[in-house]
């Protein structure tokens, strides 16, 4: 059947080219030739273009927009049934506004950011525009949240990530005040400072060793502090260099704990 389908299409009035689109879907149907749908890919392409337009402008390429828009045309090509008498056109729409809008929820934040918080971010946004009409000013956090019958710290969370949605350039540029050297973006970031590391290391190795006993304190300090073998550590106490390896994980086990409950506070 494929077989004659393709040959039929070769000939005059049959080819992708001379087709009509309702002869094109039911070829495909039949046969699913990739000449046959990219034939109705050229002829449909349009409609991606014009829904990709309205979403220019939002954070993402354009180009990217319109990618995405022609994969939800192939797949609208693939799912359309012609025996249900709907137009193609129809059909097509949602399926491609629907990858795009999946696009720019998955794709269209810098930094991922849980679903119920750009959802609540956009809820935020109408808001504030709402509200700025409603009461011809500025709305303060707790309208929004009254508005939208939420917390006023869900109402920060979902502001704050908004911020990520964009993000700005490290060469973006700012008004020095007259200095003859404008400030970037990159000068104003602020940097972890390695000694905060070093006191919190060192705070949390203090609390740990608190709570071991003396012969613990000894092997830990020994062996991680001076450097210390096992044998070294095992002759100078008068045990077994076995005993020293169990006790030196049991104490290791210990900052294990305290580092997990650390972690989870």
């Given at each position: 059947m494929?077989?004659?389908?393709?040959?039929?299409?070769?000939?005059?009035?049959?080819s992708?080219?001379k087709?009509?689109?309702?002869?094109?879907?039911?070829?495909?149907?039949?046969t699913?030739?990739?000449?046959i749908?990219?034939?109705?890919?050229?002829?449909?392409?349009?409609?991606?273009?014009?829904?990709?337009?309205?979403?220019?402008?939002?954070?993402i390429?354009?180009e990217?927009i319109?990618?995405v828009?022609?994969?939800?045309?192939?797949?609208?090509i693939?799912?359309?049934?012609?025996?249900?008498?709907?137009?193609?056109?129809?059909?097509?729409?949602?399926?491609?506004?629907?990858?795009?809008?999946?696009y720019?929820r998955?794709?269209?934040?810098?930094?991922?950011?849980?679903?119920?918080?750009?959802?609540?971010s956009?809820?935020?946004?109408?808001?504030?525009?709402?509200?700025?009409?409603?009461?011809q000013?500025?709305?303060?956090?707790?309208?929004?949240?009254?508005?939208?019958e939420?917390?006023?710290?869900?109402?920060?969370?979902?502001m704050?990530?908004?911020?990520?949605?964009?993000?700005?350039?490290l060469?973006?540029s700012?008004?020095?005040n007259g200095?003859?050297?404008?400030?970037?973006?990159m000068?104003?970031?602020?940097?972890?400072d390695?000694?905060f590391?070093?006191?919190?290391?060192?705070?949390?190795?203090?609390?740990?060793?608190?709570?071991?006993?003396?012969v613990?304190i000894?092997?830990?300090?020994?062996?991680?502090f001076?450097?210390?073998t096992?044998?070294?550590?095992?002759d100078?106490?008068?045990?077994s260099?076995?005993?020293?390896?169990?006790?030196?994980?049991?104490?290791?086990?210990?900052?294990?704990?305290e580092?997990?409950?650390?972690?989870?506070?």
């Amino acid at each position: 059947m494929k077989n004659v389908a393709c040959a039929a299409m070769n000939e005059g009035a049959d080819s992708p080219k001379k087709a009509t689109e309702k002869e094109l879907f039911k070829q495909y149907a039949e046969t699913k030739n990739k000449d046959i749908r990219n034939e109705l890919v050229n002829r449909y392409l349009y409609i991606a273009e014009i829904l990709s337009k309205k979403y220019v402008n939002k954070g993402i390429e354009y180009e990217d927009i319109f990618q995405v828009a022609s994969l939800g045309l192939i797949y609208a090509i693939e799912r359309f049934d012609l025996s249900r008498g709907f137009e193609f056109s129809s059909f097509a729409t949602p399926t491609i506004i629907g990858e795009i809008k999946k696009y720019f929820r998955d794709k269209g934040w810098s930094i991922r950011v849980p679903r119920r918080i750009q959802e609540l971010s956009k809820k935020v946004n109408a808001a504030r525009i709402a509200l700025n009409q409603t009461l011809q000013r500025t709305p303060r956090i707790e309208d929004i949240a009254e508005y939208l019958e939420c917390t006023e710290e869900q109402v920060l969370e979902a502001m704050e990530a908004s911020q990520v949605y964009t993000p700005k350039s490290l060469d973006l540029s700012y008004d020095s005040n007259g200095d003859d050297k404008d400030l970037q973006l990159m000068d104003l970031v602020g940097e972890d400072d390695k000694h905060f590391d070093v006191i919190e290391n060192r705070d949390f190795i203090q609390k740990c060793m608190d709570k071991l006993n003396e012969v613990e304190i000894k092997i830990i300090r020994d062996r991680f502090f001076y450097n210390k073998t096992q044998i070294q550590v095992a002759d100078e106490i008068g045990v077994s260099q076995m005993t020293i390896s169990r006790m030196e994980k049991k104490a290791i086990e210990k900052f294990r704990k305290e580092l997990k409950r650390v972690r989870e506070i």
